[in-house]
């Protein structure tokens, strides 16, 4: 009972706790006149725990061995790579002052709560054992958009919008829109208008709330008055707000029904983004571009803001179109920094392709085109598919001829000296979430008719890259919208970003399993990334490795079937039926083909880290290295160690679940993962071979 209530201790509690169960510690601390003495008698002992016989306890060793990680780094001044400053590290000597009662600092009481966690495990490691019926029992607890409670109080909300919709288009003066009524129409005829409107993608983006009046209008008036106030003071910061009347047909306004938590988190703003905006940070240092300089990668590009680079074999292409605006605004974005510098936003005439952006195009495809290692475009944004039908065949035509372009002069280098040729080509976008009505026959005949050409050019690899965060949206527009991309022979990869609700224990698993049986298969897991802007939603990266190795564990494809279930992926159709049979058949409850990582300025994604120390706040401070498994820039031999600060201390996550009526006992093993390896690279996501060497030469590479 009492470590359950560690989580609210003070100071003057903890002092006792620790006294009570590690008197040993205590006396050490009490007898040693300096924090180097009590750093060497805390070696001493830790060393004696380890257990030295064959068949000795794994946990224990693992639990005193991150112990005397943090005894080796305690003084250290280490350069944090996302802030750009040095700190110091005073782990052990915050603890001895503590347990001396010479505490000199203003520290919480989380890093203490963390320290007694790293001790009891000491005292009494546990084997952990994932548990597949409790993992399932989790799972069952998330509803999808296709149940069928979740669809009638969606049929019930989109009731309420339509009528706040009828009275939205009687009252709005907008001559040149198509969605206006005819004089004399009566109600029952505007309300049949409507429902036919609501089919159609542009209505959405046209009808789209943009106030936080009028959100909470449509939301049946349902938003609390701090809500309200929050809301009030990001539209005076400038704060954009852009939600479509289908994703917001999925929240839950009633007191009961389903928990839409994940999905409600990433359309209402917490205190901490509020406050933080207009400050923001650029957490994606090689996305700062400045003429003529080599970005934080070493990368070399083109001016504006049109491509970014991290890696040797791709660049993200954002196009000046529609595409730099989104179907909404996530409230933990990646470039939200974008937003608030306006190079994003949903002024969508302002976003209309200019007369130079042909040009401008055939300029940013000849960076792609000379460059000697670049293979994979990943067209995003804001959204590669919010662009219109004419601009995205005109960008896919062009990346087409792009590729025709390098192939062939290829054929005049030798062996060794040729270039990387386009393989893969992908389109990012969260539409098939936010606005699956976006997905229209026009739309899948572009990408099929792109996919026949460029595969005989050489494109092997057709992926639309899509954001669910939730088993709730995949509603039954979602699902149709899946089925007809995969119908056109892409394939839908998906990857999630890792907040606070949707880290709830079987909430990621449930995800996987929902979006296994439509065909779409998981990329990537990714921790939030930022600064304080994003602390209400960050979960720590010892939550990801808990999902990891408690949760992902019964997803994981057995060796001798990996080649079955690439060739399923790649070629049988309908993938989501194979796909669901395939995990049948072998007994896996959804198919763990996702990594999970957390995205480190210019670095690359990894999870491969150790927790060398906390700070006064209880944040643990992590010593990463790169995903040894891919290439990078060679700007990573030149950058030595990268450390990084989480966002917040794992006791105050704990206290985010507890708050949200989770029991955070299931929780517990947490403290064990202070130690991460970057999963491997499934291999429906590595490139082909080609059939000649590639020149080893870097172009536009600056270090």
């Not at 949206?473 to 699902?479: F, G, I, R």
């Not at 079937?561 to 072998?586: A, D, M, V």
Request: charge should be positive; glycine fraction near 6%.
């Amino acid at each position: 009972m009492i470590k359950r209530r560690l989580l609210s201790y003070d100071i003057p509690q903890l002092t006792k706790v620790f006294k009570k169960d590690f008197p040993q510690l205590v006396t050490m601390a009490e007898e040693s006149e300096s924090a180097a003495l009590f750093k060497e008698a805390l070696r001493s002992f830790v060393f004696s725990r380890i257990d030295k016989t064959v068949g000795g306890s794994n946990m224990g060793n693992a639990v005193a061995k991150r112990i005397l990680l943090l005894i080796e780094h305690d003084g250290m001044m280490v350069f944090e790579l996302s802030t750009g400053e040095e700190m110091p590290v005073r782990t052990i000597t915050c603890l001895w002052q503590f347990l001396a009662g010479k505490l000199e600092e203003d520290v919480s009481p989380d890093f203490f709560i963390d320290l007694y966690w790293q001790f009891e495990l000491l005292e009494k490691p546990e084997e952990i054992v994932p548990d597949r019926s409790l993992v399932k029992r989790q799972m069952n607890r998330w509803p999808t958009g296709l149940d069928e409670e979740v669809m009638a109080i969606r049929y019930s909300n989109k009731e309420r919008i339509i009528a706040g919709l009828i009275r939205k288009i009687e009252r709005r003066h907008a001559p040149t829109s198509r969605f206006q009524f005819t004089e004399g129409m009566s109600y029952a005829e505007k309300y049949v208008k409507v429902q036919e409107w609501w089919n159609i993608g542009r209505f959405h983006l046209a009808m789209a709330f943009k106030s936080p009046t009028e959100l909470n209008y449509f939301l049946g008036g349902s938003l609390s008055a701090g809500t309200m106030d929050l809301l009030a003071r990001a539209r005076k910061k400038g704060m954009p707000f852009f939600v479509t009347p289908y994703y917001l047909s999925l929240l839950n306004t009633n007191t009961s029904g389903y928990d839409d938590a994940a999905i409600r988190s990433y359309i209402l703003y917490s205190e901490e983004l509020v406050d933080t905006y207009g400050r923001i940070k650029a957490w994606e240092k090689e996305d700062i571009v400045v003429a003529g300089q080599p970005n934080a990668a070493g990368w070399l590009l083109p001016e504006g803001h049109n491509i970014h680079r991290r890696y040797p074999e791709v660049a993200i292409l954002i196009p000046d179109s529609m595409g730099r605006a989104c179907g909404g605004l996530c409230a933990s974005c990646q470039r939200m920094y974008d937003f608030q510098s306006e190079r994003l936003n949903f002024d969508f005439e302002s976003l209309k392709p200019k007369e130079t952006w042909d040009k401008k195009l055939r300029r940013l495809m000849r960076y792609f085109e000379e460059d000697a290692q670049l293979r994979d475009i990943l067209i995003t944004g804001g959204d590669a598919l919010m662009s219109q039908n004419a601009t995205l065949r005109n960008i896919l035509d062009a990346v087409y001829k792009m590729a025709v372009r390098k192939r062939k002069a290829n054929e005049s280098r030798p062996e060794g000296e040729k270039y990387a040729e386009l393989q893969r080509v992908r389109l990012g976008s969260r539409l098939l979430a936010y606005l699956p009505l976006r997905i229209t026959d026009e739309l899948v005949g572009i990408l099929r008719s792109f996919k026949d050409k460029a595969s005989r050019v050489g494109v092997t690899q057709f992926i639309i890259q899509t954001h669910f965060q939730s088993p709730l949206e995949v509603t039954p527009e979602a699902k149709k919208a899946i089925e007809a991309i995969l119908s056109a022979g892409w394939i839908i990869t998906n990857q999630l970003v890792y907040t606070v609700a949707a880290s709830r224990r079987g909430h990621t698993a449930k995800l996987r399993q929902t979006l296994n049986a439509m065909g779409v298969v998981c990329y990537y897991t990714f921790s939030v990334k930022g600064f304080h802007e994003n602390y209400a939603v960050f979960a720590p990266n010892s939550r990801s490795l808990q999902e990891q190795q408690e949760e992902k564990v019964f997803g994981l494809i057995p060796k001798e079937k990996q080649k079955e279930l690439y060739r399923l992926i790649r070629y049988e159709r309908p993938l989501g039926k194979k796909l669901s049979g395939f995990l049948k058949e072998n007994r896996l409850l959804f198919a763990a083909t996702d990594r999970s990582v957390l995205n480190l300025p210019a670095i690359g994604k990894s999870m491969t880290f150790q927790m060398v120390g906390l700070t006064t706040e209880g944040k643990r401070i992590l010593k990463f290295d790169h995903d040894t498994g891919r290439r990078h820039s060679p700007i990573i031999d030149r950058m030595g160690e990268v450390y990084i600060v989480e966002n917040k201390s794992v006791a105050a996550y704990l206290r985010q679940l507890q708050d949200m009526g989770e029991d955070v006992r299931e929780y517990i093993s947490i403290w064990n993962y202070s130690e991460g390896r970057t999963e491997p690279r499934f291999s429906i996501y590595e490139y082909p071979d080609y059939p000649f060497d590639v020149t080893e030469k870097m172009t536009n590479l600056e270090l």
